[in-house]
């Protein structure tokens, strides 16, 4: 009977184990992320080329190759708030994504993007704390809820305007030849669906120990 | 003169395998432990090209380094060796060697060339590599932070982050790869000339990119600093016709809530408030360190505001330095009573202080 049981256990115990090591790796602040367009599978990017149109600021593309460092984005916590590497993202919560390489942060404003002429996305580090304002404030938002895991869809709404990030198969010319549109629109649609793929995740992390919340006693 | 140089040299030379002990040797070959035994080799290839000391004239850091990954490599290309250091660290294997009966350390240039084959990896120059060496293109470099509070820098800590990479894979078919630009020239009319340059190529078999997940052991050592680099060797970037970049986590200190000391190089601040009673009379008090200890502070007489204590080696440890300490600094400031004193007591203090002579 016992035998039996744990013949029964076994598998199961190990396709638990299999799953947790296949997917269960969750997106943290401060980790550094690849986002992926879902539909076309260009890679949210940016570099130093400013925008010919609109605000003139940084431009923020897709990019298809999967070899660029350009490609990097570290989650931060939202506007004047911390968020400790490691920590969890649960859907709804507000978050920052700051190019890795320029050190700009992801914003959009209501200058016109420059193809479709939806709502500008840009790479921007002019705001008042770290060059950083709330105009670069995202919600993650997932359709399942709870945490944030690599390579689940998630969309991200710009907080100031409540429309969505977005892409689609508009590219532009020299250049950056090939390079596709990403802009921020107020439908919520398929193509602003994104999913973290490559990375540096970072794991969740143990507090400082609680001993260090009596710093200092009397003898 | 020559000679006693000549004799300090040999003695930083016998000084160097106890300084190299002390290091993570994966770490030192930019490797995570479960690195494979070709990675490993590809590492060393790399990295004792470039410090090896002929192409490094007098640089004695890069000579240094150059001793750090030979015994790096040396420990870990041994199957029984690695295993040993794997299972019980450094100390094991010394005891292992003391046991075998012969001091580990062996020579740098013995490794370098028992690897080589003897043979000259920089060309056959001879004209002390002249010679245009073959630079192998690299993908690149992916640099991100690694924050960690000062607890985690106090006391080391080990992380297994997730590096998800692309990496190249055969694929179906042929592609166009090594391609040159070659000048072409025309004639175009008599006496009329026309160059252009022209792409050629040659055919290779295909590749993709795949992704691919891994953990990647990211060992803290303590006294860690804020600006270091961990580095993973070939865990950046890829590059098709090339190598994988490096994977590089900076170590940021970021302040918690939690931790009241402050950092100043190996140093800690401590800032504490007493009462008025205390600063004139003295007092006992533990601090409490960042591994849970009690730093006992016992003060006879007076302490003034702004005083600050010292209590050496109550730092933070330093960097590869095993058993070096900085040193803990409190500061004091004193707290008043938070009313007024009433008529009787007044005269108490006045007459207790009548004669007593006062400083800043």
């Known amino acids: 009977m016992t035998f039996m049981m744990l013949g029964m256990l076994v598998p199961f115990l190990a396709l638990l184990f299999m799953g947790a090591e296949a997917s269960e790796v969750i997106v943290t602040c401060g980790s550094s992320v690849k986002l992926q367009h879902d539909r076309t599978k260009y890679r949210l990017h940016s570099h130093e080329v400013q925008y010919g149109s609109g605000s003139g600021q940084q431009s923020v593309t897709g990019y298809k190759d999967g070899d660029d460092s350009n490609d990097y984005w570290i989650v931060h916590g939202a506007f004047r708030t911390n968020c400790t590497q490691g920590t969890p993202i649960e859907s709804g919560t507000v978050v920052r994504l700051r190019h890795v390489n320029t050190g700009k942060w992801l914003h959009s404003h209501l200058h016109r993007s420059p193809i479709s002429g939806n709502l500008e996305v840009s790479a921007y580090d002019g705001g008042t704390v770290e060059g950083s304002d709330s105009g670069d404030n995202w919600e993650v938002n997932l359709d399942a809820g709870g945490k944030w895991k690599r390579d689940q869809r998630v969309r991200f709404k710009h907080v100031d305007t409540q429309h969505w990030l977005h892409s689609h198969d508009k590219r532009f010319g020299r250049p950056i030849a090939g390079q596709q549109e990403i802009c921020a629109v107020q439908k919520k649609t398929n193509d602003a669906l994104w999913f973290a793929g490559e990375g540096v995740y970072f794991p969740e992390r143990e507090k400082p120990s609680a001993y260090l919340k009596t710093p200092h006693e009397d003898l | 003169m020559a000679f006693s140089r000549l004799l300090s040299v040999l003695f930083l030379l016998c000084l160097w395998p ?62 029984k060796k690695r295993k040993i250091y794997d299972r019980h660290g450094e100390e094991g294997l010394k005891q292992h060697e003391a046991q075998e009966g012969r001091g580990g350390g062996g020579d740098p240039s013995d490794i370098f060339s028992a690897f080589f084959g003897g043979g000259n990896p920089f060309g056959f120059g001879g004209m002390g590599g002249q010679e245009e060496e073959e630079q192998e293109k690299r993908g690149e470099t992916v640099r991100t932070e690694i924050q960690l509070n000062l607890q985690e820098l106090y006391l080391g800590t080990s992380l297994r982050i997730t590096r998800d990479k692309n990496v190249i894979k055969p694929a179906k078919g042929t592609r166009k790869c090594k391609c040159r630009a070659k000048m072409r020239t025309k004639q175009i009319g008599p006496g009329m000339f026309q160059q252009f340059q022209v792409q050629e190529c040659e055919e290779c078999p ?155």
């Open chain 2, 18 to 79: 106890a300084l190299v002990l002390a290091k993570d040797f994966y770490a030192t070959l930019g490797l995570a432990r479960g690195a494979t035994d070709a990675q490993i080799k590809k590492a060393y290839r790399k990295l004792a090209v470039q410090y090896h000391p002929d192409k490094n004239k007098g640089d004695e850091a890069a000579t240094a380094k150059f001793a750090e990954i030979s015994s790096a490599y040396e420990v870990l290309s041994d199957e």
């Open chain 2, 206 to 360: 295909n590749v993709k990119l795949v992704r691919e997940s891994e953990f990647l052991t990211v060992d803290v050592d303590p006294g860690m600093k804020d600006g270091q680099e961990l580095s993973f060797f070939e865990h950046g970037e890829p590059l098709i016709d090339g190598d994988h970049g490096d994977l590089k986590l900076i170590v940021r200190e970021v302040s918690v809530p939690e931790i009241k000391f402050r950092r100043d190089g190996n140093d800690l601040h401590y800032d504490l408030t007493i009462t008025l009673t205390e600063a004139l009379v003295g007092f006992g008090k533990a601090i409490m360190h960042l591994d849970g200890r009690k730093v006992k502070l016992n003060v006879g007489g007076v302490t003034r505001p702004g005083d600050v204590q010292r209590i050496a080696n109550e730092g933070m440890p330093v960097y590869n330095s095993a058993g070096r300490r900085g040193n803990m600094f409190v500061h004091y400031s004193v707290s008043f009573p938070d009313k007024s004193l009433g008529a009787d007591d007044a005269k108490k203090v006045r007459d207790l202080f009548s004669k007593t002579s006062f400083r800043l």
